[in-house]
């Protein structure tokens, strides 16, 4: 039973461009969380996604989108990227009840140059 | 601004108890507490969760008090594997929204 993957594991960006980073959630799980953590920081809410829609976001500006689709895999998507958005990208899984424990998968590296 | 605060850091002994504690005091009525390790370059992984009084499993207790404004993770006898970076997770609603707020995270070290 596979957990969650994401892909790429490292990535490496030039100030301005734009990255896609890739989730598939947990076998059974249909709701899909993004967090961004910066080195030797705990990890920050982006949003959330459940049945397709944004359910809730974190203080996170517009220039961070998402997607999920309908085999509850989801995306996340940084346009105009910054220096600042050098972090490690989590992905996590969880039921749709929003006390379930979520499921993270090991990260996306992104480097921004 | 609501913040889930712990400290920063501990040293243990193998074989000894090691009590982490979360301060939580914006926690949303209905949310649980969870608690997460994680070792670098990994993410987070789910210890226990617990809503009040106390949980145990077979790795950790949780201890809520009456007013949930706290937790406490309790690691009966460490190992030098549980050496990582442990954190609590709240549910918060901050000017009418929900959000998910991680604590400041407590990097334990275990000593042979």
């Known amino acids: 039973d596979a957990g969650v993957t994401q892909s790429p594991t490292h990535l490496i960006k030039t100030r301005g461009q734009q990255v896609t980073l890739r989730c598939s959630p947990k076998s059974g799980h249909d709701t899909v969380s993004w967090y961004q953590q910066a080195l030797g920081q705990g990890p920050q809410f982006i949003f959330q996604?459940?049945?397709?829609?944004?359910?809730q976001r974190g203080n996170f500006p517009d220039r961070f989108s998402g997607h999920q689709f309908p085999n509850y895999s989801s995306e996340l998507n940084v346009n105009a990227l910054l220096l600042g958005d050098s972090a490690l990208y989590l992905c996590?899984?969880?039921?749709?009840?929003?006390?379930?424990?979520?499921?993270f998968g090991n990260g996306t590296r992104l480097t921004v140059t | 601004l609501a913040k889930t605060t712990q400290p920063i850091s501990m040293d243990s002994y193998e074989g000894q108890e090691v009590n982490i504690t979360c301060s939580h005091n914006n926690i949303a009525t209905n949310d649980y507490i969870t608690w997460y390790q994680q070792f670098p370059s990994q993410g987070p992984r789910f210890i226990i969760q617990?809503?009040?009084t106390k949980v145990t499993n077979e790795v950790a207790s949780l201890f809520i008090p009456a007013d949930r404004k706290s937790s406490t993770l309790s690691l009966p006898r460490v190992s030098l594997s549980d050496t990582a970076v442990y954190y609590c997770?709240?549910?918060?609603?901050?000017?009418?929204?929900?959000?998910?707020?991680f604590g400041t995270g407590t990097r334990l070290k275990v000593l042979a």
């Open positions: 996604y459940y049945e397709e829609e944004e359910r």
């Open positions: 617990g809503y009040k």
């Open positions: 996590a899984s969880s039921l749709g009840d929003p006390n379930s424990p979520l499921h």
């Open positions: 997770l709240v549910g918060v609603t901050i000017a009418g929204t929900y959000k998910y707020i």
